[in-house]
């Protein structure tokens, strides 16, 4: 079967309308270039929804995938970029042999060359400036055991505070507002609460491009019967806003107003869940006099949003019965991102809609591993949902790890991506280890990401399977194993644990994340307190290191004690918590209305919505919220750059459906690459009559920042605003600047310090050929 469906031509495939949990009928979508002479099991990685697939090898190589019928997550189904992108794996131009800079030029050398350096380069930073001086930049792609590696190599092994991942750029704000209202990461529901729901919101997530699979899922309620009313929140006339009951378009950067507007409009009909809110919530009555003033005629004159539409949404958000809500980057890279997100979960909250069937809350991941950045503590965050300020957390990562607490950096929050990279710049950090992330597009502001990779006194390894726009900048390339390559576990935004078997072999000299990372610690000789090996004594594989981790996450909400390798090898993902209690994992969290936010459970004591200033153990402890949710009700703030006569439009950006990222495996798809092959301004058609510009004019867009040149594609926007892609650098189209990313700001959310990628000024000017 060579492919099932035309996905390029037919994103979402046809239509199987259902109604009732779990009872969206299976459909296998397949692609494949030549019969495999077997299958081999693993799930997609080219997005967060985790949708479980297998691999067909054919003479040791990649031949396609399949969607698994039995995985809880897409039923068989897979979205065009997981039915085309594997064929990256094949690409010819994949990294084979690590690289090494040598007069200026990057140079073919051996691992022991390339290793040894990398030893060499530590330890006299070490020696000179503490560990202090290294940093890690990571990804939300590589698998949970590498993580779990990273992290301890640089917790426990250097003791550096300086580790996260891109997911500070992609879903630092989801982790967030889950902490700020609930006390831990983790999202309350499941995908199958779709299969029942009677209503649906999504705001700032264009879930049909980004989530097809998911997508599919919905497509299908709204085509069975007692379909859902569906409200969506997006500036832009996405496919997603296309299918809405009530489509909100306000203007960029105003997401807390809406949200506002909508809750004072629940609460003032009284459309509340008075029992509750009363057992299990604090800060009521606060969260109501905030929303009190935001009006719908408010509402209206700051963001646009006519008010009988805003009652509209109100009233289907108030009166539905069960309701699952998602929240993706038009909030978290926006205004007020952290604020914004958990006026949804107040909003869940207030109605009580969520722990049971039919009611979710998604503050939806985007990057396929993202989760496990988390949960591993790759990111700003500790192993297992442990909290920095608790000292018996970081008492029980010492004993796991057997070293001395102090070991661990925990003096203050662990060093954010944002503020990595300004120590970079000012120069504390003189090396900068950046795998399974291409920051020379994906960063804000690219002139200064630029400048700050190719400063002299900073020493840069790039870990990844393709030369990159960052590879450019480098001092050390090593060349990575990538999905399908090698073994490893991870977790979609669902809970959902998946394993991926390794299917065919690297190229070349490429090795895994796992290997290089446990291969730096066996080179750094990092030991524990009773003068054994850190990692390398213990841990011989993956499975070892899952082993580890499943201890790690012991009692914690991620709990995996319950899976192993083989379990997950068994059937369909399995949702965490899993152990004893819930063999086969567990629906919702939450049931019951009992919060992980006790004083020595809890993962954060809390910030300042406002400020991010945060809060002690003192502080918290006097509130004692002791299992109950928090209601956080937050004013508006203008955005940090607003059009004025000099740069008078809003850019925002993002993405498209046929590409990932900054395109490193879907640009190889021949397939994906032909459906979407360059970049574009996206404009309306009064400000295309007004500037004199028609489809496919070049454009240059300037912002204070930079500027870039795109053909113009007109309409399906409102005006005032212009849509770019962020997916194009200048790595296989040099003639032109196109990366969206030369124009946006270095600012960030004071709580989630997510960058704000959504918003900013700028000015168009037609460029005559
Ligand atoms: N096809 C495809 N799918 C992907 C990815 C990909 O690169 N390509 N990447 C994955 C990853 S890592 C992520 S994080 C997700 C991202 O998934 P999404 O968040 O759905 O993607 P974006 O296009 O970045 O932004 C979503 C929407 O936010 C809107 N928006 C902009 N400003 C505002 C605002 O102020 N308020 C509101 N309410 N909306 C606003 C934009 O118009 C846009 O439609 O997608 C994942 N899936
Ligand atoms: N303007 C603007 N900018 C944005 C966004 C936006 O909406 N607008 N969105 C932001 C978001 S949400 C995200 S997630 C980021 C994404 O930005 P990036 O993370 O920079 O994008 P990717 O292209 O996914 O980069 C992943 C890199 O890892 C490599 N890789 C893949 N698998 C592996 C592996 O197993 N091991 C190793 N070592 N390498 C591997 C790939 O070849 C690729 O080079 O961009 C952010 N930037
Ligand atoms: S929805 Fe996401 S995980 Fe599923 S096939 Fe598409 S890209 Fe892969
Ligand atoms: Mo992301």
Request: negative net charge; contains cysteine; proline residues 6%.
């Amino acid at each position: 079967m060579p492919e099932t469906r035309d996905s390029i031509t037919d994103i979402w495939g046809p239509r199987t309308g259902f109604e009732g949990q779990e009872q969206w009928p299976a459909r296998i979508d397949e692609h494949t270039t030549e019969a495999p002479d077997h299958w081999v099991q693993s799930a997609c990685v080219l997005c967060s929804n985790g949708c479980g697939v297998d691999i067909g090898v054919k003479d040791g190589r990649i031949v396609g995938v399949r969607g698994r019928a039995v995985d809880s997550v897409n039923h068989g189904r897979l979205g065009p970029k997981g039915l085309h992108g594997w064929v990256a794996n094949n690409s010819p131009d994949r990294l084979t042999k690590p690289l090494i800079r040598r007069n200026g030029q990057l140079e073919e050398a051996t691992w022991e060359e390339a290793m040894s350096l990398i030893v060499q380069k530590s330890k006299d930073l070490i020696a000179k400036h503490t560990s202090s001086s290294i940093g890690f930049y990571t990804s939300g792609q590589l698998f949970l055991e590498e993580y779990y590696a990273l992290a301890i190599v640089g917790k426990a092994g250097l003791g550096t505070p300086h580790m996260d991942g891109n997911t500070r750029l992609c879903t630092a704000t989801a982790a967030a507002a889950l902490k700020a209202s609930f006390g831990s990461d983790g999202q309350p529901g499941s995908y199958a609460d779709l299969d029942s729901t009677e209503a649906i919101l999504h705001v700032g997530h264009n879930i049909a491009s980004q989530q097809t699979v998911l997508w599919m899922r919905i497509l299908d309620r709204l085509a069975g019967p007692n379909p859902p009313k569906l409200v969506v929140i997006d500036p832009r006339r996405t496919y997603t806003a296309e299918k809405a009951t009530v489509h909100l378009a306000p203007r960029v950067g105003t997401n807390i107003p809406v949200m506002n507007g909508l809750l004072h409009l629940i609460i003032e009909a009284g459309h509340l869940n008075h029992a509750y809110i009363e057992a299990h919530t604090l800060g009521f009555e606060e969260l109501k006099k905030t929303v009190a003033k935001w009006t719908p005629d408010r509402v209206e004159r700051l963001t646009g949003v006519p008010a009988d539409k805003l009652r509209a949404a109100a009233d289907i958000l108030g009166t539905c019965k069960t309701l699952v809500s998602t929240v993706l980057q038009g909030v978290y890279q926006s205004m007020q991102a952290t604020a914004s997100a958990v006026q949804v979960n107040n909003l869940h909250l207030l109605r009580g809609l969520l722990g049971h069937d039919g009611s979710g809350i998604y503050q939806m991941n985007g990057q396929p591993t993202a989760q496990n950045t988390r949960e591993c503590g790759a990111d700003g965050d500790l192993p297992g949902f442990r909290n920095w300020g608790n000292e018996t957390h970081i008492q029980e990562l010492a004993d796991l790890w057997n070293v001395h607490p102090d070991q661990i950096p925990h003096w203050a929050p662990p060093t954010h991506a944002m503020q990595i990279w300004r120590y970079c710049e000012t120069g504390s950090i003189k090396m900068l280890w950046i795998s399974g992330t291409n920051p020379l597009v994906s960063m804000p502001d690219l002139a200064r990401a630029r400048k700050i990779l190719a400063k002299e006194d900073l020493f840069v390894i790039v870990q990844d399977a393709f030369l990159t726009e960052t590879t450019k900048y480098a001092d050390v390339v090593l060349p990575a194993a990538i999905w399908g390559e090698k073994t490893g576990c991870f977790t979609n935004v669902g809970r959902t644990v998946h394993i991926s078997h390794r299917a065919v072999n690297p190229p070349g000299e490429a090795r895994s994340d796992f290997d290089i990372f446990v291969d730096y610690s066996r080179r750094m000789d990092f030991r524990d307190q009773h003068g054994a090996p850190l990692l390398t004594s213990t841990w011989q594989t993956t499975e070892d290191a899952f082993n580890a981790w499943r201890e790690c996450t012991r009692g914690r909400p991620c709990d995996y004690t319950g899976m192993s390798y083989a379990k997950l090898s068994e059937g369909s993902g399995i949702q965490w918590p899993c152990n004893e209690e819930f063999p086969d994992g567990k629906k919702h969290l939450y049931e019951d209305g009992v919060f992980a936010t006790a004083t020595e459970y809890c993962e954060t004591y809390g910030e300042d919505l406002e400020t991010g200033a945060p809060r002690s153990k003192e502080e918290y402890q006097a509130i004692n919220p002791n299992g109950r949710a928090f209601l956080h009700g937050v004013d508006y703030e203008p955005p940090h750059e607003e059009p004025d006569e000099q740069y008078p439009l809003w850019l925002t950006t993002g993405r498209v459906v046929f590409h990932f990222h900054t395109r490193t495996k879907t640009g190889r798809s021949k397939a994906l690459q032909d459906a979407a092959p360059d970049s574009f301004v996206q404009l309306a058609t009064e400000d295309a009559a007004r500037y004199g510009i028609s489809e496919g004019d070049m454009v240059e867009v300037t912002s204070r920042r930079g500027r870039v040149l795109e053909p113009a594609r007109v309409g399906g926007i409102e005006p005032g605003l212009v849509f770019i892609p962020f997916h194009y650098g200048y790595w296989d189209k040099a003639d032109r600047p196109r990366a969206a990313n030369e124009l946006t700001l270095t600012e960030w959310d004071p709580v989630s310090k997510q960058p704000h990628f959504k918003y900013a000024a700028v000015k168009l000017r037609k460029v005559h050929a």
